[in-house]
């Protein structure tokens, strides 16, 4: 029987990652994730199992401890977790962000000593580009680091950070005075190091507690206060010569997120969709299954229709990434048209649920509170629309 969201042309490789994944989120995730989310509980047991199969160094180069896979493969795999429980998927997603950019960007001596413990899972990565005032807006940040004779000392508020207590290093993007014309010139991002845990977890850098959220539940997300943290040079991402590149460093790795985020969404909506099926099949109204009315098939039609598409344009901008072209559209395309058709498809396979759907007892209602995330994670909708407008009237300029 065909099933949604096959991708053609993969190596014997990536297949037999993608199954071992999808065994390992039926067998580990999916039984448990609902009392875990409940619960807000951490999934300990679950990252012991992503560590031992080497998940965290999925992207990480070979000659540092990874696996070396591609950005595509990367992307499948955020797929087969996230139809599990899209918090795991989030628990890797910034941690790959972070070990992306350091592979990329990173200096020599960045790349040795931290991806090999990244690739392991000893050491975790966060992204903190995001602050209280402001969002889709990153040239309205405050956090500030000044230079002081060999140290940059950093302050400021940094907000919305997943991982932001269990890793041990933090991807900061923050405003450095280089005379840069552009605000975007005058940007540095930082590896800022710190040991897990909440509270003062480094000299001057606190992470306060973690924010209750409608959704997204088990995996941590945090603000991170900087109040006199001092850091040498060496901490700039890619060393002292690439203070001021910290925006276009962040905005490679958002590419790489919003591909993660389309995956997430082309998982959520499998799962919702695979929900949705089976319960129209076994569910007898008016002496027949729901699926056999014509009005809850025309919904299981639509809904596999747009899987096919968000998962297409998902393998595409993975590809493009891969093959060392600019995605920023295809991934713009990949994140709006992924995230909003999860919410559709999300939202169809609860109303197919009936009043089942709105108790706790059942999948789908996590799945209802978790859809929303990402219309607005690595940018909302009206962002997608603004970098896909702006590519494609560079591509048609006259």
Known sequence: MARLAQTPGLTDVQRSILETVREFADREIIPHAQRLEHAD?????????????????LTVAEEYGGLGESLLTYALVVEELSRGWMSISGIVNT??????????????????????????????????????????DVSAIRSKAVRDGDTYVLNGQKMWLTNGAYSSVVATLVKTDTGADSV????????????????????????????????????????????????????????EGQVGRGFYQMMDGIEV???????????????????????????????????????????????????????????????????????????????????EYCAEVVQEAFRIHGGYGYSKEYEIERLMREAPFLLIGEGTSEIQKTIISRGLLRDYKL
């Open 41 to 57: 509980e951490y999934p300990t047991d679950i990252l012991d199992g992503m560590r031992e199969m080497g998940l965290f160094g």
């Open 184 to 239: 975007y010139g005058n940007m540095s991002t930082f590896l800022l190091e710190k040991e897990p845990g909440f509270g003062e977890t480094a000299p001057g850098l606190t992470i306060p507690g973690r924010i209750d959220k409608m959704g997204y539940k088990g995996v941590e997300t945090t603000e991170m206060v900087l109040d006199g943290v001092a850091v040498p040079a060496s901490a700039v991402l890619g060393g």
């Open 257 to 339: 997120g919003r591909v993660n985020v389309a995956a997430r969404a082309c998982g959520i909506s499998i799962r919702a969709f695979e929900l949705a099926v089976a319960y129209a099949q076994q569910r007898r109204t008016f002496g027949q299954p729901l699926a056999k009315h014509q009005a809850i098939a025309f919904k299981l039609a639509e809904m596999g229709t747009k899987i096919e598409a968000a998962h297409a344009l998902m393998v595409n901008a993975a590809r493009l990434k891969d093959a060392g072209q600019r995605n920023d559209v295809e991934a713009g395309m990949a994140k709006l048209l992924a995230s």
């Open 95 to 136: 941690h790959f962000i972070v070990a992306y950019l350091i592979s990329q960007h990173g200096s020599a001596e960045q790349r040795a000593r931290l991806l090999p413990k990244m690739a392991t899972g000893e050491v975790r990565g966060a992204f903190s580009m995001s602050e209280p005032e402001c969002g889709s």
